[in-house]
């Protein structure tokens, strides 16, 4: 009775986080951007449970034993980058990613000693902006998301536009700006945006706010995102290309149909777990409850 008890009570904590997700991907569904998450489930543990010799029958192949599980947990939470639907905007600082890549970006935060730092992070969300520069004497402008993170360039440096420039951006990430005061003046490359494929997304670090990064002490980067922009890397996007879309931004990957369906399953797999706690209850109170 116990180990039933035990069983259901694990398998209702792994459920209650697998809710937690499936509510979290119904909360994002309208986010630019936005990869749904998908658990992944595995034993807590498996036991071999051995039945008495006089089960042992002639002719019985199984052996005089069965396995018993004790529930299941939540392993991790597997991103899935399948593409969303793209839609068009009105701004030419909308970028769309096409495959499966993203956009490098870079903030500066300060550490314990109060020195700047640069944390590097990346994110489907290609919503940009044009933000002036620190330095007053300096008049161009940084293409920053909408936070104020530095969209990267493939010379790993953030991508600057003069000012009074409108850009255009080809597939490739290539930025060409033309200047508005002088209509005639041939359009000027100003970078490149960076992007990364990833190889393998189970292994990046989900921070919140539509961010990822790689995890802390990883010693080869480039077994989970592989740049395909730079100049040398150009060879790593001829098969299943990562293209860029300008005036364009990718919705989130969630379906609400599939999400409800899911709601749905583990309610029904909670409603099960509780009541086999509430009988393994029952069945321990009445045997309580025995007199001799």
Same mark, same amino acid.
């Given at each position: 009775?116990?180990?039933?008890?035990?069983?259901?009570?694990?398998?209702?904590?792994?459920?209650?986080?697998?809710?937690?997700?499936?509510?979290?991907?119904?909360?994002?569904?309208?986010?630019?951007?936005?990869?749904?998450?998908?658990?992944?489930?595995?034993?807590?543990?498996?036991?071999?449970?051995?039945?008495?010799?006089?089960?042992?029958?002639?002719?019985?192949?199984?052996? !005089?034993?069965?396995?018993? &599980?004790?529930?299941?947990?939540?392993?991790? @939470?597997?991103? +899935?980058?399948? =593409?969303?639907?793209? #839609?068009?905007?009105?701004?030419?600082?909308?970028?769309?990613?096409?495959?499966?890549?993203?956009?490098?970006?870079?903030?500066?935060?300060?550490?314990?000693?109060?020195?700047?730092?640069?944390?590097?992070?990346?994110?489907?969300?290609?919503?940009?902006?044009?933000?002036?520069?620190?330095?007053?004497?300096?008049?161009?402008?940084?293409?920053?998301?909408?936070?104020?993170?530095?969209?990267?360039?493939?010379?790993?440096?953030?991508?600057?536009?003069?000012?009074?420039?409108?850009?255009?951006?080809?597939?490739?990430?290539?930025?060409?700006?033309?200047?508005?005061?002088?209509?005639?003046?041939?359009?000027?490359?100003?970078?490149?945006?960076?992007?990364?494929?990833?190889?393998?997304?189970? !292994?990046?670090?989900?921070? &919140?706010?539509?961010?990822?990064?790689?995890? @802390?002490?990883? +010693?080869?980067? =480039?077994?989970?995102? #592989?740049?395909?922009?730079?100049?040398?890397?150009?060879?790593?996007?001829?098969?299943?290309?990562?293209?860029?879309?300008?005036?364009?931004?990718?919705?989130?990957?969630?379906?609400?149909?599939?999400?409800?369906?899911?709601?749905?399953?583990?309610?029904?797999?909670?409603?099960?777990?509780?009541?086999?706690?509430?009988?393994?209850?029952?069945?321990?109170?009445?045997?309580?409850?025995?007199?001799?």
């Amino acid at each position: 009775m116990n180990n039933s008890m035990i069983n259901s009570s694990v398998s209702m904590h792994a459920l209650q986080q697998k809710l937690d997700m499936v509510a979290n991907n119904m909360a994002n569904s309208n986010t630019t951007g936005y990869k749904r998450k998908d658990a992944s489930f595995q034993d807590v543990l498996t036991s071999v449970k051995q039945q008495p010799a006089g089960f042992q029958k002639e002719g019985r192949l199984s052996p !005089l034993g069965y396995d018993q &599980g004790w529930g299941a947990k939540l392993v991790q @939470a597997q991103l +899935n980058l399948a =593409q969303g639907p793209v #839609q068009a905007s009105e701004s030419p600082l909308d970028l769309a990613l096409e495959g499966n890549g993203l956009f490098e970006v870079n903030s500066v935060t300060r550490d314990g000693n109060n020195n700047p730092t640069t944390l590097t992070e990346y994110t489907r969300n290609g919503s940009f902006q044009l933000s002036p520069s620190t330095d007053p004497a300096n008049p161009d402008l940084f293409l920053t998301t909408k936070d104020g993170r530095y969209v990267m360039g493939t010379n790993n440096q953030p991508i600057r536009i003069p000012g009074n420039h409108h850009v255009k951006i080809e597939a490739d990430g290539t930025i060409w700006a033309s200047d508005d005061g002088n209509k005639g003046a041939a359009p000027a490359q100003v970078g490149q945006i960076k992007v990364v494929r990833v190889l393998r997304p189970q !292994l990046l670090q989900q921070l &919140g706010d539509n961010m990822y990064a790689l995890p @802390a002490g990883v +010693n080869n980067p =480039q077994d989970i995102l #592989q740049n395909v922009t730079a100049p040398e890397a150009q060879t790593n996007n001829l098969t299943d290309p990562i293209t860029v879309r300008q005036g364009f931004l990718e919705q989130s990957n969630v379906s609400l149909t599939d999400e409800m369906t899911e709601l749905l399953q583990i309610q029904k797999a909670f409603q099960l777990n509780s009541r086999a706690v509430s009988s393994s209850d029952t069945m321990m109170g009445l045997a309580n409850n025995l007199r001799g």
